[in-house]
């Protein structure tokens, strides 16, 4: 149990191009989502924190009107990088908090890799 | 702010060899820490959770073990094999989560 996938694993996109990144949670519900960004040979970088039915909480120096995050349901998280550049290749993942016994826990997507042309 | 901090980056070690990966965190008010495996161009893998009450969890060959008051996790490898390959990646969970830098693991057949 606890999966979570993500949706695509590759984009490859031209600068100035959406682009859109689906994180499901398959067999739990999940009021909160994480998304993460992931440059080579670096660790994850939170870039928000989304939760359901509410507006997402950015950390600080992430633009939120860049990278718009919705959380429409209670599996469902999308990020989407408004007109992207070349800068924003990145590998882009996200989590979704779940429950372990009485622990709570995030379980990891899969994991997107973006390419901004 | 939270910083976690993972020695050696990288590590190789023959096939067999045990072997130990630091962690180290600056703010002990900590829920929990979790280690977890990246394959390349992949998704984490969780492979051991410590609550801060706790000292140790052992999970097959690993055992990770917590020493909350002096900022410090350790995730132990036993009888290593090249399919442990990968970067292992502690987190600890404050108000949020933290990642250390991770420890890129190489074992020789």
């Known amino acids: 149990g606890a999966v979570v996938s993500q949706h695509p694993s590759r984009v490859i996109c031209k600068s100035g191009t959406s682009v859109k990144i689906e994180c499901r949670s398959l067999?739990?519900?999940?009021?909160?989502m994480f998304w993460y960004r992931q440059f080579p040979k670096q660790s994850l970088m939170l870039m928000a924190t989304?939760?359901?039915?509410?507006?997402?909480?950015?950390e600080q120096g992430v633009e939120k009107d860049k990278f718009l995050i919705n959380h429409a349901s209670l599996t469902l998280s999308t990020l989407t990088v408004t007109s992207a550049h070349p800068e924003d290749s990145s590998f882009y993942i996200c989590?979704?908090?779940?429950?372990?016994?009485?622990?709570?826990?995030?379980?990891f997507g899969p994991g997107t890799r973006l390419t901004v042309l | 702010k939270q910083e976690v901090t993972q020695i050696p980056a990288a590590l190789s070690v023959p096939e067999g060899e045990n072997l130990v990966l630091n962690c180290s965190f600056t703010?002990?008010?900590?829920?929990?820490l979790q280690w977890f495996r990246q394959d390349p161009g992949k998704g984490l893998t969780s492979l051991l959770l410590?609550?801060?009450?706790?000292r140790e969890q052992t999970s097959g060959r690993l055992n990770a073990s917590l020493d909350k008051s002096s900022g410090r996790s350790t995730l132990y490898i036993a009888a290593s094999q090249p399919g442990d390959s990968a970067t292992y990646l502690c987190?600890?969970?404050?108000?949020?989560?933290?990642f250390g830098t991770g420890t890129s693991l190489t074992v020789i057949p």
């Open positions: 410590i609550q801060s009450s706790q």
């Open positions: 067999d739990f519900q999940a009021t909160t």
């Open positions: 989304s939760n359901e039915g509410s507006k997402a909480t950015y």
């Open positions: 989590s979704a908090l779940g429950t372990s016994g009485d622990t709570d826990t995030q379980y």
């Open positions: 987190a600890v969970r404050g108000n949020q989560f933290y």
């Open positions: 703010d002990s008010a900590i829920y929990n």
